[in-house]
């Protein structure tokens, strides 16, 4: 890296200090403070005051760490694989080590559940336990058609890429992004959401602890349309993994249209749960329950629209209402992270009063004295909704579930696919010819048939129509952070 560069200060940042300061950047493989000093305190989603103060950065921060990785790309593409793999699973072996640790900075920022914040940060560390047993990968192929040719195939890392990440699951983000990227041989530089920045740092500075060389995992903390902006425009940065809102997908698109860079977008869902006549009700009703409540609904995944066959529908939502009013808000399920997403969350209540849904449960944020100032919504179900509602169209992102009752299964199709968005569909049947014709029918990255969202790190994820393109987790996103390149050599 070039030593001239104006560089914000560096300090002391330990990830299980007291009073740690603002929480700084992790960047050419030590803690700093942004260029300019700027920092801004986050709220706590839990009472509503002040939680921690987080550093804000500059373009000048985002250069500073984007040539610290071009700087260091080099040196890790052309580390054996075998030693990667090494660095990779000591830093999966780090974060297993510092489980509390990054469990209790999880839940500072978000109020999660102890068990959800738990559930998270283990998976972070399977992200890096699974690809660095895939070290060896990609590979490419030797193509020899034409007489007197040898020609092969590379999979190549890109170098520096951008991983911009959003709020309501943040370290397990991070690392589904960064796992696979660096697996390849690429190096990166995070910009996790403002709100919720400890844990990606966190990760980063395990990353350097367990050896990788500075530079490979750098962080960013700031604004999008500063910090990640300029990760966007950034000319040395060769591809974008982007997980947020389609509105901001779609300004990065036209960013990435202008530089012919290369996208992974993973963005927001509004999916369809199908439950027919002949399902195991008792389960799909607890699973159907589990699918919006889980992380107080702030998913991409959830199933959020609950299709249910006529006959049954009545008696279906009793038992669905029944099992979601036992989720107690600040035991079971978290705060909304944010206040913008409390109240957006409000401010759908009121669009479905205007449009004449039905409350069956919940419909208001709890108001339990031991939960004033947090941002806690009860578990809500709609009913007498029909699917051209906004609130049967548009992605709440909170504990809020519309009913929608169908005839059959063509209907029931009509109805999953009547959305722009592309996610997960869920299919409860016992005909299992009728759940192999409805996955294939319906227009979404993930089809889970009799369960709900229960996919593993092995398995690839990623939506359909605007839910976005590219693919995480697998080998599949390997191949989704490498550029091919083919060899043609003359055999005279
Ligand atoms: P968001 O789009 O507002 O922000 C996501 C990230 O983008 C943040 O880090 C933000 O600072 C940054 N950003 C904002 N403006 C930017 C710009 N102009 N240039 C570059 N970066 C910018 O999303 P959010 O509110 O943080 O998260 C909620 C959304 O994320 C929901 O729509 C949800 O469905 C989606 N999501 C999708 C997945 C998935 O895997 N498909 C997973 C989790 C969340």
């Known amino acids: 890296m070039d030593t001239n560069t104006t560089i914000g200060t560096p300090v002391d940042f330990a990830i299980n200090a007291v ?52 700087g260091a790309a080099w040196q890790w593409r052309k ?9 990779i699973g000591s830093l999966a072996r780090l974060i297993r080590e510092n489980l509390e640790l990054l469990v209790t900075l999880e839940r500072a920022e978000t109020g999660k559940p102890r068990a959800v914040a738990e559930a998270e940060v283990r998976g972070a560390a399977e992200y890096f336990e699974f690809y660095a047993g895939l070290s060896h990968l990609p590979q490419g192929e ?82 999008g349309d500063v910090v990640g902006d300029a990760i966007v425009h950034h000319p040395d940065v060769r591809k974008v993994a982007f997980t947020g809102s389609v509105a901001v997908g ?35 009703a607890t699973e159907a329950v589990r699918a919006f409540t889980t992380n107080a609904g702030q998913v991409c995944s959830s199933g959020t629209r609950l299709l249910v066959e006529r006959s ?56 339990e004295p031991h ?7 009860n578990p809500t179900v709609y009913t007498g909704v029909r699917n051209s509602m906004r609130i049967a169209q548009e992605e709440i ?46 227009e979404a990255g993930q089809i889970y048939v009799n369960t709900w969202s229960t996919a593993s790190v092995q398995t690839s994820f990623g939506g359909q129509k605007r839910s976005g393109y590219g693919r995480e987790k697998g080998i599949e996103a390997l191949n989704h952070y490498t550029q091919l390149k083919s060899v043609t050599i003359a055999l005279r």
Request: no cysteine.
């Open 142 to 223: 030797v193509i020899n058609v034409v007489p007197d040719q040898h020609v092969y195939t590379l999979r190549e890392p890109f170098g520096v890429i951008g991983v911009i990440t959003p709020w309501n699951i943040p370290i397990n983000q991070a690392a589904r992004a960064v796992a696979p990227a660096i697996t390849a041989g690429n190096v990166v530089v995070v910009k996790p959401a403002e709100s919720t920045s400890q844990t990606t740092v966190a990760l980063a500075r395990l990353a350097t602890e367990a050896g990788l060389p500075r530079g490979v995992f750098n962080v960013v903390l700031g604004r």
């Open 312 to 367: 049954i529908h009545d008696e279906f939502v009793d038992r669905v209402v029944d099992i979601a009013s036992g989720i107690r808000p600040g035991v079971d399920m978290g705060p909304m992270i944010t206040k913008g997403q409390f109240d957006q969350v409000q401010d759908y209540f009121g669009v479905a009063r205007q449009e004449g849904a039905t409350v069956a449960l919940g419909g208001t944020m709890a108001r």
């Open 371 to 377: 939960l004033e100032g947090g941002f806690y919504i």
């Open 250 to 284: 779609q300004e990065i698109g036209r960013v990435a249209a202008d530089r012919i860079l290369p996208l992974t977008l993973e963005l927001g869902g509004k999916s369809a749960n199908i439950v027919f006549a002949d399902a195991d009700r008792e389960f799909a």
């Open 19 to 70: 009073d740690p300061g603002p929480v700084p950047h992790w960047i050419n493989g030590g803690p700093v403070l942004s260029s300019d000093g700027t920092s801004h305190a986050v709220l706590n989603p839990v009472t509503g005051g002040p939680g921690a103060t987080v550093s804000l950065g500059t373009v000048v921060d985002v250069d500073v760490a984007v040539r610290s990785a071009a």
């Open 79 to 87: 580390m054996a694989s075998a030693e990667r793999a090494s660095l």
């Open 397 to 442: 992102f909170g504990p809020v579930l519309v009913v929608i009752p169908f005839d059959g299964e063509q209907e029931a199709v009509e109805i999953a696919n009547d959305s722009e968005f592309g996610l997960v569909g869920g299919v409860w049947t016992q005909n299992m010819a009728r759940a192999i014709r409805v996955s294939e029918a319906l």
